[in-house]
């Protein structure tokens, strides 16, 4: 079983301004790919989600890709 990518690589911290890390876990139409696929936990899955929404709030990401 896939351990947590977060977990593997000690990340505490998910940083909506690290762009880098939080495209791994988007689509090519820019849309967050679920945990079932991406073997994150739940906890570290919602932090993501936020930091997602919050780069792209502010314009460091991609609402819907073209």
Known sequence: MKQ???????INH????DTEILKKF??????????KK???TAKNQRKLA???????FMALLPYVAR
């Open 14 to 17: 998910i940083d909506y301004k």
């Open 4 to 10: 947590c990518f977060f977990s593997q690589n000690n």
């Open 26 to 35: 988007l689509n090519p139409h820019a849309r967050i790919i679920s945990k």
């Open 50 to 56: 936020m930091s997602v929404k919050r780069a792209r």
């Open 38 to 40: 991406t073997c994150v």
